[in-house]
């Protein structure tokens, strides 16, 4: 009998009809790491490796739906949140999540994607900050993430350093901040993303990889949850799902015809 996993993880969030990013890369992310994946779509976009050019927004009750019939046949390891483009989708969600009590829910504060699209509403945010942020088990933001979270400039990493205070005082819990979006400069070789709970860092560092690459904030948060759903630690979690985004990123290809990396999510596979 083939090994049936015990825990599922939920992914909701927005779809990539490219392929490289939202849960399309979620879903890659759970099977890669042999985690059953579940999956709640909370928006949906017209998007490939060039761009998106559309995104339209599911009616909240459908929405809900999606994430009851989950709840209602799986157990539920952890929930990844990502896209929630509006402040109507994220009170449905968070109302969910306070409802059924997740053991782990790893949000990646999804508000620009890599081509610059903006894709969550102004409004949202601050929906985002009081609502989803609290009930997180860890973030994980990019550095313009971190931004609009706190309203300030993050340059090098002292700044870094300084906003996961910033990030703690809005009521996260713990922090994955990710440091690619450091500008590159010749006598910082590694790319640095740090780990933090009150009153401990953890620096995870790897080689900068010089790509333009799809997918990757997706695909670390997804990681995170599934490490969760296989019983390791939040911090052995996160540096794993950091080793595995790095793996897969410097194992990338190019399916469509820009220079657009997408993951290679099997290539990286965690191995037995």
Known sequence: ???????????????????????????????????HGLSA???????????VSAVHVPDTGFLRAQIDACFDDFEIGAVKLGMLATAEVIEAVADALEHYRPAHIVLDPVMVATSGA??????????????????????????????????RAIVDREAMHGALDGLFALGARAVLLKGGHLP???????????????????????????LDAHGTGCTL???????LCLGRTLA???VAAADYVHDALRLGYRPGRSEVLVLDHFGAAPRA
């Open 184 to 210: 590159d400069r010749g006598d910082v070789a590694d790319v640095v993303d740090l780990f933090a709970i009150p009153g401990e860092v953890r620096e995870i560092a790897h080689p900068r990889l010089q």
């Open 236 to 238: 052995d979690s996160c």
């Open 118 to 151: 903006r894709l969550l509403e102004p409004s949202a945010l601050d929906a985002l900050r009081t609502r989803l942020l609290p009930l997180a088990s860890v973030i994980t933001p990019n550095l313009p993430e971190a931004e609009l979270l706190l309203g």
């Open 221 to 227: 948060a997804s990681a995170v949850a599934a490490n």
């Open 41 to 51: 779509f909370a928006a949906l976009t017209a998007q490939n490796t060039r761009g």
């Open 1 to 35: 009998m083939n090994r049936i996993p015990v825990l599922s993880a939920l992914t909701i969030a927005g779809s990539d009809s490219g392929g490289g990013a939202g849960v399309q890369a979620d879903l890659k992310t759970f099977a890669a790491h042999r985690v």
